[in-house]
Every structure is written in structure tokens, then in C-alpha cells.
């Protein structure tokens, strides 16, 4: 069993739309957990951490449920520069993450 | 701003040819781990540091090996490439500190022909 599961989509929405990307991950010990965003050959960078109380920076909403060993990230009123691949990691254990697959994200004019 | 620098960014290989990957970061972060990423498959970890002199088997570990004799630099080889092992390889590194996110390289794309 894969330590983190995302849906690798691909998302195709308009402009403006809202979407929502899920996450699940196995281990209930993991410490920490994150959304980066991987554009098409480049790094992963962070987009941003996830607390169990909920965090939002702008248009992007991250939410973490530990009873239900879930991670989700929303984004408000898409941009076509947000077109990029969202990555759900966790930290399982001092710097052993671990990555889901990505959910490939196109936004359309 | 140099953050973690990966060496080379592109490179072609023989089957059976060995070679090492070169990684270096000035943040002075403790851990340091290397990824490779192939299709369909998200990052997977091949092997981590924790400390100069301290390294271990992340889950792909077969057919690379790692030193970490300084904070700055963790080398990744590869002793007998097949063509398995091409795929983009990434380096990162990381606070000791709880809760801090992970810092990449910008990847070295493999291929074993």
C-alpha cells in the first residue's frame, strides 16, 4: 500500500472555477504534511504546510484531518498560471517524506 | 541564494558505466535525502542522511550508494547503470526543526541507454 494516495486527475477547469484536490496517507504517525506545486520539468517547491487547524494563504485553502488520515487543498478563483502539478507530501519520520503522485492541474481561459 | 545545487542537470550514460551525482547545500540543514521521479510513480526516496557520517536505505535503494563526510555535500552513485535508473533525480534538504519543509535541487535527468 502507497504511503500517500492522491487522484492524478488531470483537472481541466476555467478560469475563475474553484477546485479541490484530496489526499490520503497510511501512517498514523506521520509528523508533518505540505502541498508543493511541481511545474512541467522543474523542482518541487512548497506551496504551502498544512496544520490540523486549517491554514490559507490567498486563494489557496489547506485542511488536515487526522482521524481520517486526510489532507486536501483548495484554490479559489484559478489562475492560469496555477496550471501545475500539485504534489501531497508527508513526513513520516525526521526528513523521510514521502510524495504522492501529483494531481496535474490545467486551467483554461 | 544558491539553496541545495544539483550537478550535472542533464546526462546520458551507458549501460554499465558508473557515475555520481553531485549535491551541495549552504543552509546548513542537517538531513539530506535523494528522489528519483519517473512517470506515473510521483518521488520515491532512495536514500537519506542524517548527519555527516550517517546515512541509510530510503525504498528504492538498489544500485545507488551515498556518503555524507560534510553537512554541505551528499553524492549519489551510481556503480553499474541500467536502464532502469533513468528517470529525473532530485536532492533535497532539510531543517532538523520540526514541521520545516523539504528544499530541492533542480534535478538531474538521467538516461541509460
Known amino acids: 500500500r502507497k504511503e500517500v494516495e492522491q487522484d492524478p486527475g488531470p483537472f481541466n477547469v476555467p478560469e475563475g472555477a474553484t477546485v479541490a484536490f484530496n489526499c490520503t496517507y497510511s501512517?498514523?504517525?506521520?509528523?508533518?504534511f505540505f502541498w508543493y506545486r511541481q511545474d512541467c520539468r522543474k523542482e518541487p517547491k512548497l506551496l504551502m504546510s498544512?496544520?490540523?487547524s486549517g491554514n490559507e494563504d490567498g486563494r489557496f485553502t489547506a485542511q488536515l484531518n487526522r482521524a481520517s488520515q486526510y489532507i486536501s487543498l483548495l484554490i479559489r478563483d484559478s489562475k492560469l498560471s496555477d496550471s501545475a502539478t500539485y504534489l501531497c507530501?508527508?513526513?513520516?519520520?525526521?526528513?523521510?517524506?514521502?510524495f504522492g503522485t501529483g494531481t496535474s492541474l490545467t486551467v483554461i481561459p | 541564494n544558491a539553496g541545495v545545487t544539483q550537478t550535472p542537470k542533464f546526462q546520458v550514460l551507458k549501460t554499465g558505466q558508473s557515475m555520481t551525482l553531485q549535491c551541495a547545500q549552504d543552509?546548513?540543514?542537517?538531513?539530506m535525502s535523494w528522489y528519483r521521479q519517473d512517470p506515473g510513480m510521483g518521488l520515491r526516496l532512495i536514500h537519506y542522511?542524517?548527519?555527516?557520517?550517517?546515512?541509510d536505505q530510503g525504498e528504492v535503494p538498489n544500485g545507488y550508494n551515498v556518503s555524507r563526510s560534510t553537512t554541505e555535500d551528499f553524492p549519489l552513485r551510481l556503480l553499474s547503470a541500467a536502464p532502469s535508473q533513468t528517470s529525473v533525480y532530485f536532492c533535497?534538504?532539510?531543517?532538523?526543526?520540526?514541521?520545516?519543509?523539504?528544499?530541492f535541487g533542480q534535478g538531474t535527468r538521467l538516461t541509460v541507454v
Open positions: 533535497a534538504s532539510t531543517s532538523a526543526l520540526l514541521n520545516t519543509e523539504a528544499f
Open positions: 501512517n498514523s504517525a506521520s509528523q508533518s
Open positions: 498544512v496544520y490540523s
Open positions: 507530501v508527508v513526513n513520516i519520520y525526521r526528513n523521510q517524506f514521502y
Open positions: 543552509m546548513n540543514h542537517e538531513y
Open positions: 542522511s542524517v548527519g555527516a557520517g550517517i546515512t
